[in-house]
């Protein structure tokens, strides 16, 4: 990802009068977040950890997004977003099923795990999955391509860019407590959001 917000730091802000006490608590926790080992077997969190870095890469130049931490901490949770699509089990069910699904697909297709494969075969096999043309046994009765739009995409890109790092690669403030955004008009930016670099 391209950092066009090289010299912003939404972290420069902790101290600032635009975060309180419990979004600097919850920012903090969120950044210390490691990964759950009672979620995912091994396999699972590498095969997590590999989607991961090919849907949403990190930021070059920034501390790393845990997203993967992050996710699993939702996946433990198996709270889900009060909605779901009507063919998908539960989430914790879902990404289960779907991580071993997607192991099966590489196994079966490269002969290797999905983390050992290069960037160009795991968007391959990712692009196939999405298109709902995989079809390994493992999928059971979950259709794969909604399993791709319902809950590996929006789950994935929801953590990633929960994390402050991303935040700051985008020029994004922050959460907006007690202070609040007050320019909301298009190409207007309040003065303590992130600046876009010349070009």
Excluded: C
């Amino acid at each position: 990802m391209a950092d066009r917000f090289s010299s912003y730091d939404v972290l420069a802000k902790t101290d600032s009068e635009s975060w309180d006490a419990i979004t600097r608590r919850i920012i903090a926790e969120r950044i210390g977040l490691a990964e759950r080992q009672d979620v995912l077997t091994d396999r699972q969190r590498l095969t997590l950890r590999a989607v991961i870095d090919r849907v949403t890469p990190q930021p070059e130049g920034r501390p790393p997004v845990n997203a993967a931490a992050i996710l699993l901490e939702k996946i433990a949770s198996e709270e889900g977003d009060g909605y779901r699509h009507h063919r998908l089990p539960p989430l914790r069910v879902a990404w289960l099923r779907g991580l071993d699904a997607i192991e099966a697909e590489a196994r079966a297709r490269q002969g290797r795990a999905f983390d050992t494969l290069d960037g160009e075969q795991q968007d391959e096999l990712l692009r196939m999955i999405e298109a709902g043309e995989a079809h390994d046994p493992a999928w059971s009765d979950m259709p794969p391509d909604i399993f791709f739009i319902w809950r590996l995409i929006p789950d994935i890109v929801a953590a990633y860019w929960s994390h402050p790092s991303a935040w700051s690669a985008m020029g994004f403030g922050g959460p907006a407590s007690p202070r609040g955004y007050v320019r909301l008009d298009a190409d207007r930016r309040d003065p303590w959001e992130g600046a876009e670099d010349a070009r």
